[in-house]
């Protein structure tokens, strides 16, 4: 079994290619190793970065939300101090207003009990004769009679006497001073 000179290049070749193959094979697979590990890392650091970028959006939502809520609690103060301050403005007024519904009233019925006093009053002298006089002008006399001789003494109280058989009327000034006037 002689094996010609081709036939062993033929073998040689077949050895060196299945050679080079599982040399291939196994660069490829080192390759393929390497890649994978190259992946894992890009990979890890993809996840590293994504966890970052999230960890940040949490805490900038949580700033936010802290941020509002300060908003919010300091909105709900204010609104609360404007409302007290409303209240007191209020109960001012129903005070005011109460106060000047006393006041009125009182006022009403002092005009009531007034008008219940405002009587007319009038009173006529008459002497045998026919003669009459009012006791407005009677008061009015005793008045310019004492003024005469007491221009400088104001009269704050004046009491008459009326005596028709004497035709005089008499009259005492501030409860100290008298006097007398004709009546007709």
Do not use: H, W
């Not at 036939?7 to 299945?18: F, R, T, Y």
């Not at 005011?96 to 009233?105: L, N, Q, S």
């Not at 009173?123 to 221009?151: H, P, R, T, W």
Request: hydrophobic share 40%; aromatic share 4%.
């Amino acid at each position: 079994m002689t094996q010609s000179y081709g036939e062993e290049i033929l073998k040689m070749d077949a050895k060196e290619k299945s050679t080079n193959t599982a040399a291939d094979t196994k660069k490829t697979a080192a390759e393929l190793a390497e890649m994978a590990k190259e992946s894992v890392e890009k990979a890890g650091e993809t996840v590293k970065k994504t966890a970052e970028k999230a960890a940040a959006s949490v805490k900038k939502t949580a700033e936010k939300a802290t941020a509002s809520a300060k908003k919010t609690q300091a909105s709900a103060k204010k609104t609360a101090e404007k409302a007290s301050a409303t209240a007191k403005k209020a109960s001012a007024s129903a005070k005011k207003t109460a106060t000047k519904a006393t006041t009125a009233a009182k006022k009403a019925s002092a005009k009531a009990t007034a008008a219940k006093k405002d009587v007319t009053k009038s009173c006529v002298l008459q002497d045998n004769y026919g003669n009459e006089k009012s006791m407005e002008d009677v008061y009015a006399a005793a008045i310019a009679n004492f003024k005469e001789g007491n221009k400088r003494v104001a009269v704050k109280e004046i009491k008459l006497f009326v005596k028709a058989t004497e035709n005089k009327v008499y009259y005492i000034v501030n409860g100290t001073i008298p006097g007398s006037v004709d009546l007709f």
